[in-house]
């Protein structure tokens, strides 16, 4: 059984180009949490969402960022305009329902 | 809001010594979870012990354990016998309700030396 993979790895983006960032959940996971972990700190959480739903976009910029988890194919974190502030290790958990949420390795994004 | 701090930006041990992270929380919640979670160079997340607020017995994994104290609103990881594989980053966190939004500390670094 796989576990969440997330790809790429390592992502470089120019300011002002778009970043794509993509997750794939453990399988019959239905939920999928995005966080961002900036340097010397701990992660925050970004949006939950389920399946074709967002549920819970409380720590998402109001500007530039979107998420998706269509039906089917991975979940997606889109930045448009990257900026150098947007740096950072951007993490994705998945879980069934109520139970324990497993966290794919991250993609660290580098904006030069 | 909910907070969660961890006091200790860093820790090191001896190998095969006994070591222990604190972190405290702030909410007006009553059912919730809290968590340690390890982070080794490679940045995979690894949960190392989970607890229900409900549960007044302290949760333990093997060399780890927790210290549970609901009124102070604490929750210390010991490690025992700490073995090099032990040096990580580690998180302690906090959820509650339904879902897995989990709300973070800064980290306590954690060194072992041989």
């Known amino acids: 059984n796989a576990g969440v993979m997330q790809n790429p790895r390592h992502l470089v983006r120019r300011r002002g180009q778009e970043a794509r960032l993509r997750c794939s959940p453990m399988?019959?996971?239905?939920?999928v949490y995005w966080y961002r972990q900036l340097p010397e700190e701990g992660l925050k959480f970004m949006v939950y969402?389920?399946?074709?739903?967002?549920?819970?976009e409380s720590g998402m910029p109001k500007e530039r960022f979107s998420a998706e988890f269509p039906k089917e194919g991975p979940s997606i974190l889109r930045i448009q305009q990257v900026v150098r502030g947007d740096s950072a290790a951007y993490f994705c958990?998945?879980?069934?329902?109520?139970?324990?949420?497993?966290f794919g390795q991250g993609t660290r994004l580098t904006v030069v | 809001a909910q907070t969660v701090t961890q006091s200790q930006p860093e820790m090191s041990v001896q190998e095969a010594e006994t070591v222990t992270l604190s972190c405290t929380y702030d909410?007006?919640?009553?059912?919730?979870?809290l968590f340690w979670y390890k982070q080794p160079p490679s940045r995979q997340m690894i949960l190392v012990i989970r607890?229900?607020?409900?549960?007044?017995q302290n949760a333990t994994e093997n060399r780890f354990s927790v210290n549970f104290q609901k009124a102070a609103k604490s929750f210390s990881l010991k490690i025992s016998d700490s073995q090099l594989g032990d040096a990580a980053m580690y998180f302690c966190?906090?959820?509650?309700?339904?879902?897995?939004?989990?709300?973070f500390g800064k980290g306590t670094l954690l060194t072992v030396n041989p």
């Open positions: 607890q229900e607020a409900y549960k007044q």
């Open positions: 909410t007006s919640e009553s059912d919730y979870y």
């Open positions: 958990a998945s879980s069934i329902q109520n139970t324990e949420a497993f």
């Open positions: 399988k019959g996971h239905s939920h």
């Open positions: 969402l389920q399946k074709e739903n967002i549920i819970d």
């Open positions: 966190a906090y959820s509650f309700g339904s879902n897995y939004k989990l709300t």
